[in-house]
Structure formats: structure tokens, C-alpha cells
């Protein structure tokens, strides 16, 4: 992890000198991997009853982790929400030689899936206390995502964290992560200046080098240590990220 005191110091100053923090949400707050895993489990195992468990497992971590490559298409505008949904589906069933589901099997599993994820959600066991942490401090917090804001905006409630008053989705920004305006309109509603702003999420390109291209302080989240080192700051889990900003602070 790259020493925190030399831009801390110099571009913001940290002892009072943050001014906000932005959030990306899926998979940074949300354990969304684990939900979209465990409900893309318990309805597809009657319909391959064949499949052993462990290939399960690994189908699901396929559609959890889009091998198919489909939301990036949704981003673009190439397929709808539950468009990219199905594309990711069908790459799961192909995998293990099943044929696709018709039209209507695909929405009465998309209408279950969706009931079941949403059942499952959940914040990583670091975000509760690190949010507290920056309440405490007076520090003002938001989320930018690369989904529709209403729809992140429920997820945030389901998942047991109402506090967001700012949620920037590319729909209200007019245009996704890594371009720079959601970062900048998280900042004017936060009412804070992107240098002095750090934006927290998982994704080394839509996060990271998006947030930084935007001005702000890009903090990665690399909860299983798999990427190599980023430019921007990198970081295990929430709460050492606490524990870093409260040691500037109280400095």
C-alpha cells in the first residue's frame, strides 16, 4: 500500500482537510458477488439437477462476475438491463451444454432471481463502522454507481444502509463511470471540490482512473488482494481506510 501522508498532506491536508468521500456501491458497500451467487444457486439447481455442485459453483461465480462480458454492452446502450441479465444466463447454461430458456421461462426466473437477490444483500461487515466513523467526524458521504439511480438507491435501503442523501446513477449524471461526470456531479451535490473529495471503490478503470481523471483521490478497495498495485491507493478492507483517515485527523 502506498504511503498515505505525502498526497494527504500536500493535496488535502487531511486534518480537517477532507472534504467528502464518494462510494462506488456494488461489490465496495454491497456484497453483491455473494447475493448474485447464492440466488443464481438456489433457482438454477432444479433446472440442472445433472450439473455436479462444484461445476454449479463455478457457473454461478461466472454469472456473478459476468464472463459474458454484458453489462459493459448495457453501459453502452447495446442491451437492456434485464437484456444483459439474460445475455449472462445463456453463457451460463452454454458452459454446461444446456439449452437457453425460452422467452417466458426467462421471465418468470428473472422475476424470482430478482426477489431472491434482493433478499440477499448485504453491506461487507467494514462499512457500517467506517460510515460511522466519518458521521463522527463530520465528514459528508455519497455514492456514484454505473446503474439507475433509483435502482441503487433501493439497493443502498434493502441492504440496511439509508444514510446516502447523495446517489449519483449514470442516468442522472448522463453518462457512466470512468467518465468524469459522475464523479463531478457526486462532488456538487456533496458540495465539496473534487481534490479534496477521495472516491472509494473495487474497480481498478471505472473507479480508480475515472475518479482520478475527475480530480479526486481514487482509494481502491482490493478486498482479495488479487490486482496488482494502483496508482491510486490501495486498501484491504474499510476499516483501514478508518484507520488511516483517523490517524490525520487526530495528528
Excluded at 43 to 72: K, M, N, Q, W
Excluded at 121 to 130: E, I, M, S, Y
Aim: hydrophobic content about 40%; some cysteine.
Amino acid at each position: 500500500m502506498r504511503e498515505l501522508s505525502n498526497t494527504f498532506d500536500s493535496t488535502t491536508r487531511l486534518g480537517g482537510g477532507i472534504e467528502g468521500v464518494l462510494f462506488d456501491i456494488d461489490d465496495t458497500l454491497v456484497d453483491l458477488r455473494s447475493a448474485a451467487i447464492d440466488a443464481f444457486l438456489a433457482i438454477v439447481s432444479d433446472l440442472l439437477e445433472e450439473v455436479t455442485s462444484e461445476h454449479l459453483r463455478l457457473i454461478a461465480e461466472d454469472f456473478a462476475d459476468d464472463g459474458a462480458g454484458a453489462y459493459e454492452r448495457y453501459m453502452a446502450g447495446e442491451v437492456t438491463f434485464l437484456g444483459q441479465r439474460q445475455l449472462r444466463l445463456n453463457r451460463a447454461f452454454e458452459l454446461v451444454d444446456h439449452k437457453p430458456l425460452s422467452e417466458q421461462s426467462y421471465i418468470r426466473w428473472t422475476e424470482d432471481y430478482e426477489s431472491l437477490v434482493k433478499d440477499s444483500w448485504k453491506p461487507f461487515n467494514d462499512v457500517l463502522p467506517h460510515l460511522a466513523a466519518l458521521s463522527s467526524w463530520g465528514i459528508p458521504y455519497g455514492a456514484v454507481s454505473n446503474n439507475v439511480e433509483a435502482y441503487q438507491r433501493m439497493k443502498l435501503e434493502r441492504a440496511g444502509l439509508p444514510g446516502f442523501r447523495v446517489v449519483i446513477g449514470s442516468d442522472t449524471a448522463g453518462a457512466p463511470k470512468p467518465d468524469p461526470a459522475p464523479f463531478l456531479a457526486g462532488c456538487s451535490q456533496l458540495q465539496t471540490a473534487p481534490g479534496r473529495t477521495l472516491y472509494v471503490g473495487d474497480n481498478p478503470i471505472n473507479d480508480i482512473q475515472g475518479a482520478e481523471n475527475a480530480g479526486l483521490i481514487g482509494i481502491f478497495v482490493d478486498r482479495e488482494s488479487i490486482h496488482a498495485a494502483q496508482s491510486a491507493f490501495t486498501v484491504s478492507d474499510l476499516g483501514q481506510l478508518t484507520t488511516l483517515i483517523g490517524q490525520y485527523i487526530d495528528s
